[in-house]
């Protein structure tokens, strides 16, 4: 019996610094098709870094949702204790369009520097 997939956006919480985004499909994909995965560390005034979180956006069946929350969330894992919820789609709203202006300024920029 094939189970009914839907595309879900997780919010993980508690990374360590060192996370990278090959860890994070790794550690995500034994339990759904991972498609993407943005890493946000926030820095304090001096521009070091402070808490490191992630969204990641995964095709799952609500049964292997459940049985991944269950058994990731407050792992002890890469520096970090996992928090993992459901995204609130206010944030990746904010998200999607930093993303947007990210990729403008890096196109304007090549763009300025090749004339």
């Not at 292997?64 to 993992?84: E, H, N, P």
């Not at 789609?89 to 202006?101: D, P």
Request: glycine share 6%.
């Amino acid at each position: 019996m094939k189970m009914n997939r839907e595309m879900k956006h997780l919010y993980v919480g508690g990374l360590g610094q060192e996370i990278s985004e090959t860890d994070l499909q790794n550690q995500f994909s034994r339990f759904a098709e991972v498609s993407d995965v943005d890493i946000i560390t926030g820095k304090d005034d001096q521009g070091n870094p402070q808490k490191t979180f992630a969204y990641i956006n995964i095709s799952v069946a609500e049964a292997d949702l459940k049985k991944c929350m269950s058994v990731l969330r407050k792992t002890k894992w890469k520096g970090g204790a996992l928090q993992i919820q459901l995204a609130k789609e206010s944030f990746l709203h904010r998200l999607a369009q930093e993303k947007e202006r990210r990729h403008l300024l890096r196109r304007r920029a090549v763009q300025e520097r090749n004339g």
